[in-house]
């Protein structure tokens, strides 16, 4: 019995230190995610920055017009065509619009 | 027999034993309780470190959700004078990465303080230089820096924040309140490494990010407008430009452009001059817009109808020993005609008609004289004098939009009121706000303040503008395939030599709204002393068109000519 109880603390001791050991690698182990982390923001930004410039219309429109050779739309070249509501078989009609851009080619109209 | 110590000896170690537990016991006593707390104190420093962390400033993004503003972590480096031995040579080696000159560096490295700021917010590349030179009492933090990804665009409405995080301008400075993070202090427990375990007490003090704006503003509108006023500016050397584009229904704010711009990544070297958004902050006499106002206050009262007949003088009218002139001879015309050619003297005629105190009662209710209420700040009031302080010419000038001081914003609001029926909205930027999980804090929701005049009447206003369009003097903002309402404006500007109306310098301005049977935006131009032809009609409408026509286009709003299509189904 007295060799019982005197394991039983023995062991208790131990349990105590293995969870103090235990709490101490948890808490590097957290701090390192967390460096993680912060790191992986940063990164998150700095893509969200690149996005975000890459995207801005003045650049989109700069690219499109001196890289590609585009340009604006010119009168009458876009057309929005509406479904008709009173078109046969159709119980709900959709208020979608399509957008169609005419490409004028030397007279003739492709749509 | 037995060997053993004496009793002398026994007593004589024990006396040493005694004499070594006391020390120690002494020792004991001396450290636990006498130097309990001085000691514990210490202690705490050494493994304990407090650590500050401040929330990152809330994001701003257009109606669609595309980034307009936000916060990235940029490196800012700091040295510890107190612990460098060769100031002089670690300067020298910082001035290249820093590009700082060495002199100015060593002056703030001698000085005798624990801590000093050598330059703060720098490019990423020059942290991790200096990261690798690894000086001794040079150390480099992560400090927030405001972005404007789109640079220049929607500048005057953004605004800036300043080193600290705070808003200074624009909406940066009014939802300062939403926008900053909050700091929290949080102490860590660190090892013999100084490396940190976890927070004391297991509780972490997370900061909370600032909060998310959501606008009304529209990135793609917002850049066609912009494109074409800097261009107009640019094209006929005029001061400055603005233009607004408005929903009329709800008030919201679309577009708002200055010209010229500024980008608001890097304003150190501007003045205000150059960040104040003109369209709230800067007056103006409006000329013939204001026509539209005085024409829907004559209808309302039913002191004109559109086909009453006014006579035009033949182009000239003496009041009150002052002569008013028309741009051409003109005698008899219909009301709707005075407005389409835009008619000084039957402006002024309409507005004796219905009289100062009824003049002002509309001019008030229209918005002018005071503050739109719009969410961004430096809003001023215009100049609108109170009857009893109007001269005897005074009645007349307003009537065609002189001696009275409107802001673009005003102007607009006020042809919106036509454009909706003739009940006013009040203008607004911010649409949400939200947290940084993006749950939904505040959302704006359309405010009609008043009802100004009758939808009838606000119709009649319309047939009359959009004959300014078809046939008047704003027939260059006429959009292909839309119907097209607004007036034209060219105002004299005070002249600060002389004090009198200046020859020379104009405010060519154009408002008005689109389709004029169902309007999607009202817009105002104004060109701040274009050179040479200063016409409203001239420098002002062209822009209107193609800012309209373009931005029509954008939101997919049908032409009157469109092609409508049956598509038939089919059921397999």
């Known amino acids: 019995m007295k060799t019982l109880t005197i394991l039983a603390g023995v062991m208790l001791v131990f349990v105590f230190v293995w969870e103090r050991v235990d709490v101490v690698r948890l808490g590097y182990q957290i701090e390192r995610s967390k460096s993680q982390k912060i790191l992986l923001e940063r990164e998150r930004d700095q893509l969200q920055v690149k996005f975000s410039s890459l995207a801005a219309p003045e650049r989109i429109a700069k690219v499109a017009t001196e890289k590609l050779g585009l340009i604006p739309p010119q009168q009458g070249q876009v057309m929005m065509v509406h479904q008709s509501m009173d078109a046969p078989g159709l119980s709900s009609p959709p208020v979608e619009q399509v957008r169609l851009a005419r490409h004028v080619v030397t007279g003739r109209i492709n749509e | ?572």
């Not at chain 2, 600060?496 to 935006?521: D, H, I, K, N, Q």
């Open chain 2, 1 to 572: 027999m037995t060997v053993g110590p004496s009793r002398g000896r026994r007593y004589v170690m024990l006396f040493l034993f005694f004499c070594g537990f006391s020390i120690i016991l002494f020792r004991l006593v001396t450290l636990q309780v006498l130097q309990a707390a001085e000691l514990t104190a210490k202690a705490n420093r050494q493994h304990e470190k407090t650590v500050s962390f401040e929330g990152a400033r809330g994001m701003v993004s257009d109606r669609h959700g595309k980034v307009l503003a936000m916060n990235v972590e940029v490196p800012s480096v700091f040295g510890v004078p107190t612990s460098l031995e060769n100031p002089s040579a670690v300067a020298r080696h910082l001035s290249p990465v820093l590009r700082i000159r060495s002199s100015e560096l060593e002056k703030k490295l001698r000085q005798n303080k624990s801590f000093v700021w050598l330059a703060r917010k720098v490019e990423p590349e020059q942290g991790r230089r200096l990261e690798q030179l690894s000086l001794g009492g040079i150390g480099v933090v992560m400090e927030g820096q405001r972005f404007y990804p789109n640079g220049p665009l929607l500048a005057h409405v953004l605004g800036f924040s300043g080193m600290d995080g705070q808003g200074l301008e624009g909406l940066e400075r009014r939802y300062d309140t939403q926008l900053h993070g909050e700091k929290r202090v949080t102490v860590l427990q660190r090892d013999a490494l100084g490396r940190t375990i976890f927070p004391k007490g297991g509780k972490e003090q997370v900061p909370t990010q600032g909060q998310a704006l959501t606008l009304t503003v529209d990135e793609v509108i917002q850049y066609i407008a912009e494109k074409e006023l800097d261009e107009t500016v640019v094209r006929t050397h005029a001061r400055s430009g603005t233009i607004i584009v408005m929903e009329p229904q709800s008030g919201a704010i679309l577009a708002m452009a200055v010209s010229p711009r500024f980008d608001p990544n890097s304003v150190s070297a501007l003045t205000p001059d150059r960040w104040r958004n003109r369209a709230l902050t800067d007056t103006y006499e409006p000329g013939s817009t204001m026509k539209a106002v005085v024409a829907a206050a004559a209808l309302e009262e039913k002191v004109m109808t559109p086909g009453s007949m006014i006579f035009g003088e033949n182009g000239k009218m003496t009041i009150a020993s002052t002569t008013i002139h028309d741009h051409e001879k003109l005698g008899w015309m219909t009301f709707s005609e005075m407005i389409q050619k835009s008619s000084n003297i039957g402006a002024a005629k309409t507005g004796m008609a219905l009289g100062d105190q009824r003049l002002y009662r509309y001019l008030q209710a229209f918005g002018f004289g005071q503050r739109t209420e719009i969410d961004l700040p430096g809003e001023v009031n215009g100049l609108l004098k109170a009857p009893k302080s109007w001269g005897r010419r005074t009645l007349a000038s307003i009537s065609m939009g002189q001696e009275i001081g409107v802001t673009p914003l005003q102007m607009v609001s006020a042809i919106a009121t036509l454009a909706n029926g003739g009940v006013m909205m009040k203008p607004y930027v911010v649409s949400e706000v939200r947290d940084q999980k993006g749950l939904l804090l505040m959302e704006v929701l359309p405010h009609a303040k008043r009802r100004v005049v009758l939808e009838e009447t606000a119709k009649t206003v319309t047939t009359m503008l959009e004959r300014v369009v078809t046939h008047g003097t704003g027939t260059k903002a006429a959009i292909p395939g839309f119907r097209v309402a607004g007036k034209t404006g060219t105002a004299q500007k005070i002249d600060p030599r002389t004090g009198g109306y200046s020859s020379t310098l104009f405010v060519g301005s154009f408002v008005g709204y689109v389709p004029a049977e169902s309007p999607r935006l009202a817009m105002i131009v104004v060109i701040d002393e274009p050179q040479g032809e200063a016409w409203g009609g001239t420098v002002a409408a062209p822009v209107f068109r193609r800012v309209g026509e373009q931005v029509l286009n954008y939101l997919g709003v049908s032409r009157e000519d469109t092609v409508k299509i049956a598509l038939a189904t089919r059921d397999y």
